[in-house]
């Protein structure tokens, strides 16, 4: 039995006055996860140190990690509110096709991440520079490997905010606001 894909009801409607507030929650929580993925090892450095008793919550190390994490949660801002913008017309897109649920959401946003990162990537790989030792190799396995990594937690966690503040639930009869 063949489905046609275009006759299944919506589960869910995009809310009109969560367009905005969904494309920011997107950004903001985007940025937050980059900021995360990006200073998570430093920040586990400095809870180790501070377990260990080699610095204090008080001491400089400390505090010099939370003007590093405030810019790079800012610049993340930034880069995502224009990346933001760009994917736009894929919301709209899969929208209109029908793809309004949550996992439709994670996948766009953690395919559309890693192949941003991936192709911003793309430039340093050892085919394109001409080089092909063995160190050249693994350094650019490592920097793929952590940009697929951050694009799907990212990317997916970007989705899902969008998701989980633009759309609601839709029931036969029910009010969607």
Known sequence: MEVDVHK????????????????????????GATTIFLTGAQAALMVGAIFFERASVGSGPFL?????????????????AVGGLLALPLWFALHRVGWKGPISAVLAGA????????????PLAPSVTGTSS??????ILVWTSSAVAMGVFTGGTAGYALWRVAY??????ADPS
Do not use: E, N, Q
């Not at 063995?134 to 350094?139: E, F, H, K, Q």
């Not at 609601?168 to 009869?173: L, N, Q, V």
């Open 64 to 80: 010099s990690f939370f003007p590093i994490l405030m810019f790079t949660f800012v610049i993340a801002s930034a880069v995502w």
């Open 8 to 31: 299944i009801p919506a589960r869910y409607d995009l809310l009109p006055r969560r367009r905005v507030v969904g494309y920011f929650a997107a950004v903001f929580a985007g940025a």
């Open 168 to 173: 609601r639930r839709t029931d036969a009869g």
């Open 111 to 122: 395919g559309l991440v890693t192949t941003t990162y991936l192709l911003l990537l793309a």
């Open 134 to 139: 063995p160190d050249d190799v693994l350094t």
